[in-house]
């Protein structure tokens, strides 16, 4: 057996294979170059905007490595500025056979190139960064390894808009029973936000399954819909057909066109839905201001990583416990407590920091806590707080923080005014959108169902 390695290695190197790796039974005996490669269509260029920054980039796909004999592999896909690795960053790691890059992420490999998006610098905006998948037996240092082609990604970052996140609310809005039962009872429809290219908005809302159109400034002389179910938008046209869930609608107003994506971001883990056996994961709202994306949330002592869609298709951890988003990273230990969590795509960061979590307590929600946590809310822009969709039963109920009757309010008179203390709030059996403003001391429970 020992004659037969030695020979073995000596044709491997004379051939000039990636790698090999041997043990008294097993022989690795790797692809030979060109085998293994990067199955995706790679763009000319990529245009990256800050307020996309969550978005997909490009998702990396590969064809299967063989080690000659079965065996579990390992990829990483890797990122290098220099072209050579010499500089590798890890993007992510799968047993699969894809990774998904979001343009946030790209942004970050365009800022450590130089790159730079304020049209007063005088850094370049536009360049580039290659990537490769590492293919391994065993642990992350095996030796033995083979690599793909290198792909060599062309980016341009849009010049930024001053003045905050530079996003503001559009006139469009989303109406129907799929998200505000047709605004009866003066439900506002749902918000579109503006992006970089002009004509174009995204909503990121949750819906119930019904029907939805697009209208304007909250009225039917201007409203879009689709005739033909075929992403076409017409004037006055049918009513779109919607199911539950959570989703990201663009809208583009040049050429009447529209898209409708599963779309969500959560907190998942042993520190808050058992890795989701206990429930979905915690729901990120959208924050235009900053463009970034929030949660209120308790957890308790555990771990926690973000993913989307309450799948593992895409997952951010924490290499390094340094608050950057890695994908496929370790997961985030965590302590008991309340917190809001932001996640910030376009830096690539992520922050957990301790906050008092208003939510909903009740007869008509979790019997006044006795048979769980309360619904929590989030506070998306400073002292207003959202939540949706939660579902109420015929009852009662009241605001607290902390899941803790410390600080309360209810409502005396019934008049829509927060007091403190206050009175209990009765409420039909429903599903409901929330919100909270403490810089006016008032709330809104929109029945949607």
């Excluded at 990829?75 to 799968?94: C, E, M, N, W």
């Excluded at 056979?97 to 800022?111: C, D, L």
């Excluded at 201007?222 to 005739?227: E, I, T």
């Amino acid at each position: 057996m020992k004659n037969f390695k030695i020979f073995s290695l000596f044709i491997l190197a004379m051939i000039g294979l990636n790698s090999c790796e041997t043990d008294d039974d097993v022989i690795f005996i790797a692809q030979e170059p060109g085998e293994f490669v990067l199955t995706n269509t790679i763009l000319p260029e990529y245009i990256l905007t800050s307020t996309t920054g969550s978005n997909l980039g490009e998702r990396f796909t590969w064809n299967s490595a063989d080690f000659g004999v079965p065996t579990n592999v390992s990829y990483d896909l890797q990122r290098s500025i220099k072209g050579d690795f010499s500089d590798a960053v890890l993007v992510g790691t799968t047993s699969g056979n894809e990774i998904a890059m979001t343009i946030g992420q790209m942004m970050a490999a365009a800022t450590e190139a130089g790159l730079d998006s304020n049209p007063a610098t005088p850094e370049p905006n536009t360049g580039s960064f290659a990537v490769r998948v590492r293919a391994y037996v065993g642990s992350g240092g095996s030796n033995t390894e083979i690599f793909s082609d290198t792909k060599t990604i062309s980016v341009v970052l849009q010049e930024a808009t001053t003045g905050g996140s530079g996003i503001t609310e559009s006139t469009w809005g989303i109406v129907g029973s799929g998200y505000n039962n047709w605004a009866e009872g003066g439900i506002p429809d749902g918000k579109f936000y503006t992006t970089s290219t002009t004509g174009v908005f995204v909503s990121y809302v949750s819906l119930i399954t019904g029907e939805i159109k697009f209208r304007e400034n909250n009225d039917w002389g201007n409203n879009l819909g689709d005739d033909g179910a075929d992403g076409k938008l017409e004037q006055g046209g049918a009513n779109i057909a919607v199911t539950e869930g959570h989703y990201k609608i663009t809208l583009n107003v040049n050429d009447s066109t529209y898209n409708i994506e599963p779309f969500t971001w959560g907190v998942v883990g042993s520190g808050y839905n058992n890795w989701g056996e206990d429930g979905p994961d915690a729901k990120f709202y959208y924050d235009y201001l900053t463009d970034t994306f929030k949660v209120g949330v308790r957890l308790i002592d555990g771990k926690i990583k973000f993913r989307q869609n309450n799948q593992w298709t895409i997952d951010f951890g924490d290499n390094g416990g340094d608050g950057t988003l890695d994908q496929g990273g370790d997961d985030i230990e965590v302590t008991a407590g309340h917190y809001t969590i932001t996640l910030d795509f376009n830096s690539n960061i992520y922050t957990i920091e301790e906050d008092e979590i208003w939510g909903i307590v009740g007869s008509a929600y979790n019997n006044w806590g006795e048979d769980g946590p309360d619904f929590a809310l989030t506070e998306v822009h400073p002292n207003v707080w959202i939540g949706d969709i939660v579902t109420l039963i015929d009852g009662k109920f009241k605001f607290r923080t902390n899941n803790a009757w410390g600080t309360d309010f209810g409502d005396n008179g019934a008049d829509g005014t927060l007091d403190a203390g206050g009175d209990d709030i009765e409420i039909e059996a429903g599903k409901y959108r929330v919100r909270m403003d403490l810089t006016d001391n008032t709330y809104k429970l929109y029945k949607i169902e």
